[in-house]
């Protein structure tokens, strides 16, 4: 009969070979065609890859939820509605990888890692559900007050639903309902064998009906009686006790009928009377309910029949016998039913106080903890090699041994690689240990190594994402130790992937909302530059403190004015430097850095990048603060007044036929920027437009398309000149352009130098030129006057112009040789 049980009742290939998720993962490919295996694995783990995928995404938007204070409850604990929803999830994951191809190693172990975590998931919500579901029976049950009161009783109990609902999902999958359905309709048996029974009373025992009413009656009688308690087992493992005792009226059991009541009894608060009183009947109940056991037991004892007879089978489970359910018991969830079931029996029995101790001992001498069943098992399958994940996950968790718990965790996830297939990590098995480890550090327990290994692998798997996934590595920041330079690692290393202005604000809140300080991340990222990166590069993540606004303003400021530094330093730099302080208007970068000095608390602190220190950080107020927000607002005021002057002498370059080095403004630039029109509004692109506007009459002019007249081009020629001769001045005279003051060595070291030198080669670059530009052109319109005008406001001698003696000199040389040339003219 237990062949027949197991031909029913196989319960499936999720639970039977159990093993250590890591071992199992490992991808041994045949000596026969292992190319056409390793491309099938290849294909089947890009499918597991889209799955985990979708999987990391709902995990981050449940930890978002119970971080966010969304599964709170009064009783500080975490809501069951959370386990439950974790439920479905990776009831979803695992109904998809039903789908992977089936011939594909990885498709196997990926099934079977997803049924896992969906055991593991129902556990831990059935055991949060199970206080709210009895709540309201609390004053007036027995059965519900042990569930509040008695945390070891709760976990019994929910091994022991949980081992239910399993059995029960894989038993209708097999077909019991049918099988229900059949027996119900079949009142035939009854009749069928009151009739042979009748028949052979008259013709003789040719039928092989005995004549002796107690006899079991033919063997089909037998064997559908057998069949029917068969059943009625079933369902009392998949927790249906109340339909089996309905089955078995229907088929005439009556007295089993009965017993089967009295089991489904024990789940029905109203049953277990808490307080014994005359209207509750309890003080009767408790006893008939011992006197039934002992009965039972003695019953079975007596028994000339099989232990693996169905009645016995039946007999057995309604009395929580532990040895004959394990003895028929193929796999884990099988065996944690017989135990739980038993525990479960045995502590309710001694709570009602109607057995003694030595009789409670002797009729349920079995585990009675959640903790030592769970051990049992772990040492049984220890001798047969198996490492049980499940039921050492529910161990820890049920138990709250979350020590144990994360070093499980390391060993099942350390060395998981990102987009290998031969990792020896499922991708799953860090998304649910992963998971379990964060919710772990949002309930109040304290970090320790073996959850950072856990939290480090996925922040590794985050980098090899998409774009939308980047955003969880911000919140899952909090859950690297603060103290840490591993979350230092993690935090760069993933700001350095990311690459879009969205992604950056979304981390950078993120990082706000879990009270890490941004701006120092930030300016730390900017620290990290190496000689090899490239400008662009360089660009790209100067946005980052670009995105802090006021919190990083003043870093911001002196970033882009070092990176317009670099710049003007190479051959083609006119694009670069347009398209950054195009970037920092956009973001008002002036604007932002007012708000810091001028809005209180004054007192706050500036982040900088001026110095040596790690992030340069100091009160708005103090006078060092100041002195860079000054020199930085100079500097920046500089360059922009140095591209209007550039623009201008391109302009006149061009217009007066001078040769003059310059990148051509492309359609495309011109068009970001809205045209040639000037705007009515403070345009300060208006110099660009000019200039781009003279460029498009040189090209028609080059294809005889337009003719411009000689007296009007030099009228513009000397407004451009005008116009030009103020910025001029003005950048001659900025402080920020200058090496002098701010940037002059100090007392305890000189920390410009490098600042204050690239400062001189862009000056010893561009003044001498823009000199001899001005001259030339103003030599060609002969307004050599106001020229000598502009030149004689500075001092030359005591370096108003901030170039090198040997600079002047050629200067003056241009311009002799200009005088000569004019005079011979």
């Not at 237990?2 to 199992?24: I, K, N, P, W």
């Not at 027995?142 to 639903?161: G, Q």
């Not at 294809?703 to 081009?713: G, Q, V």
Request: charged share 30%; aromatic share 8%.
């Amino acid at each position: 009969m237990v062949t027949d049980l197991r031909a029913s009742g196989d319960v499936s290939r999720t639970f039977r070979h159990t093993q250590d998720f890591e071992s199992s993962f490992e991808i041994q490919q045949d000596d026969v065609d292992s190319d056409v295996e390793t491309r099938r694995n290849n294909a089947a783990y890009k499918q597991l890859s889209n799955y985990h995928v979708a999987l990391a995404e709902k995990l981050y938007s449940e930890l978002c939820s119970l971080a966010f204070g969304e599964f709170d409850t009064a009783s500080n604990e975490i809501s069951p509605i959370m386990w439950t929803r974790l439920y479905n999830i990776f009831v979803e994951i695992e109904r998809r990888t039903r789908h992977m191809p089936s011939d594909a190693k990885i498709s196997i172990q990926s099934q079977r890692i997803a049924s896992e975590a969906v055991q593991i998931t129902s556990v831990l919500a059935i055991y949060a559900a199970l206080p709210h579901e009895y709540a309201a029976t609390r004053e007036t049950s027995l059965l519900s007050h042990l569930i509040l009161d008695d945390v070891e009783f709760r976990r019994i109990y929910a091994l022991l639903l949980w081992s239910e609902k399993a059995i029960s999902e894989q038993q209708y999958e097999l077909g019991i309902s049918k099988k229900v359905g059949h027996l119900e309709c079949a009142g035939y048996l009854r009749n069928r064998s009151i009739a042979e029974f009748k028949r052979a009373l008259i013709s003789g025992p040719s039928s092989g009906a005995s004549f002796d009413p107690d006899a079991r009656g033919t063997d089909e009688d037998f064997n559908n009686e057998q069949r029917a308690m068969l059943t009625m087992f079933q369902l009392i493992r998949c927790g249906e006790a109340a339909k089996a005792a309905e089955l078995a009226m229907k088929c005439g059991m009556g007295p089993l009928a009965a017993q089967l009541r009295l089991h489904a009894m024990l789940r029905n608060p109203d049953d277990v009377p808490l307080e014994v009183d005359s209207k509750n009947h309890a003080k009767e109940k408790r006893q008939h309910r011992a006197m039934y056991f002992k009965m039972l037991s003695k019953m079975i004892e007596m028994a000339k029949r099989d232990e693996d007879d169905a009645h016995m089978l039946l007999l057995n489970a309604m009395r929580g016998s532990l040895h004959p359910m394990l003895k028929i018991a193929e796999t884990i969830v099988e065996k944690v039913w017989a135990h739980a079931n038993a525990a479960f029996i045995g502590r309710l029995l001694a709570a009602e106080g109607s057995l003694s101790v030595g009789e409670a001992e002797r009729l349920f001498n079995v585990p009675l903890t959640a903790k030592s069943i769970l051990d049992e098992l772990d040492a049984e399958n220890r001798r047969t090699g198996e490492v049980l994940v499940l039921t050492k996950v529910i161990d820890y968790m049920l138990n709250d041994e979350i020590d144990e718990l994360f070093a499980l965790a390391k060993h099942q996830c350390e060395g998981y690689i990102p987009n290998y297939p031969n990792s020896g990590v499922n991708p799953i098995t860090l998304d649910l240990f992963f998971h379990l480890v964060c919710v772990s550090y949002l309930k109040g327990y304290e970090m320790n190594d073996h959850g950072t290994v856990v939290v480090t692998s996925e922040f590794a798997d985050l980098r090899h994402r998409f774009a939308p996934h980047r955003r969880m590595a911000a919140f899952y920041s909090r859950f690297l130790p603060r103290d840490s330079p591993q979350i230092n690692f993690e935090i760069m290393e993933t700001m350095k992937i990311i690459d879009t202005e969205s992604e950056r604000e979304i981390f950078a809140q993120s990082l706000r909302e879990c009270e890490l300080d941004f701006g120092k991340y930030a300016c730390s990222l900017i620290k990290l530059r190496d000689e090899m990166m490239t400008i662009d590069e360089q660009i790209e993540r100067w946005q980052w403190v670009l995105v802090g606004k006021e919190e990083t303003a003043l870093a911001a400021v002196e970033e882009m004015n070092r990176l317009i530094r670099n710049c003007l330093l190479e051959d083609k730099w006119e694009t670069n430097v347009r398209s950054i302080l195009r970037k920092a208007f956009e973001y008002n970068l002036p604007g932002a850095l007012s708000g810091v000095m001028c809005e209180p608390p004054s007192s706050c602190p500036v982040l900088s990048l001026s110095d040596d220190e790690f992030d340069g950080a100091a009160p708005a107020d103090a006078p060092e603060t100041l002195a860079k927000v000054e020199h930085a607002m100079q500097e920046f005021v500089a360059h922009c007044t140095f591209m209007d002057l550039h623009n201008y002498m391109v302009t006149i370059a061009l217009k007066t036929g001078i040769a003059m080095n310059y990148e051509p403004v492309r359609d495309e630039e011109l068009e970001a920027i809205g045209g040639l029109k000037i705007k009515e509004s403070r345009d300060w692109e208006a110099s660009l437009r000019v200039r781009a506007r003279a460029e498009m009459t040189l090209r028609e002019e080059a294809m005889k398309r337009k003719t411009i007249d000689a007296n009007a081009r030099r009228e513009m020629i000397s407004q451009h000149i005008r116009n030009a001769m103020p910025l001029f001045e003005s950048l001659l005279r900025n402080n920020g352009w200058r090496g002098e003051f701010f940037l002059a060595p100090r007392s305890t070291g000189d920390p410009m130098k490098r600042h204050r030198m690239e400062l001189a080669k862009i000056r010893a670059r561009f003044v001498p030129e823009f000199f001899r530009k001005f001259a030339i052109a103003s030599a060609k319109i002969d307004e050599m006057l106001p020229f000598y005008d502009f030149l004689s406001s500075f001092d030359v001698d005591s370096g108003d112009l901030g170039i090198a003696h040997e600079e002047i000199r050629r200067l003056f040389e241009t311009l002799a040789n200009l005088n000569v040339n004019t005079e011979q003219n």
